[in-house]
């Protein structure tokens, strides 16, 4: 598996990721979301996106970026999808990985993710592997398939 970064030319394959995993149920919030908003959100010039493969297959993709701009630009945010064929082979814990170098090479002193659903409990454990910690819960903040209200949390893990 290699981690590079993506260039204009790996859009269709990464929006063919995101609806892979969007058809999967998994991501709840995407519905909505047309093909130029998410490239506007994945592929833009204030983020470093980054995709795993093994050619010719796309694996996963994650996106880097400023948690908040101003007094916050030291705060580093990632979003990440792993194709739901290949789960379990290591891919999210190398994408996740390989974010934490890319943001202490740029310079900042710590990562947070705002929005992690409390069921998603393989994410919050790879999280949690990799020196993340659970700083807030946002309560009631999603729906579930069931229509059951359900908690978020927000983790954090410094970087220098």
Known sequence: MEIRQATDSDLEGIWSLF????????LRYSNKISREAFSA???????????AEELPHLLGV??????FPGIN???????????????????GRALVQHAISRAQDA??????FNYVP???????????????????????????????????????????
């Open 19 to 26: 609806c892979a995993v969007r058809s999967s149920g998994e």
């Open 41 to 51: 959100q994945w592929l833009n010039e204030d983020l470093q996106t980054y995709v």
């Open 62 to 67: 994650y996106k880097l970026g400023v948690n």
């Open 73 to 91: 630009s030291h705060v580093a945010t990632a979003s990440f999808l792993v194709h739901t064929e290949v789960r379990d082979r290591g891919v």
């Open 107 to 112: 310079g900042y002193l710590q990562m947070q």
């Open 118 to 160: 409390s069921d998603n409990l393989p994410a919050i454990t790879l999280y949690t592997e990799l020196g993340f910690s659970i700083i807030e819960t946002l309560d009631k903040a999603f729906t579930d398939s069931s229509g059951k209200l359900r908690d978020a949390y927000v983790l954090q893990r410094f970087l220098q």
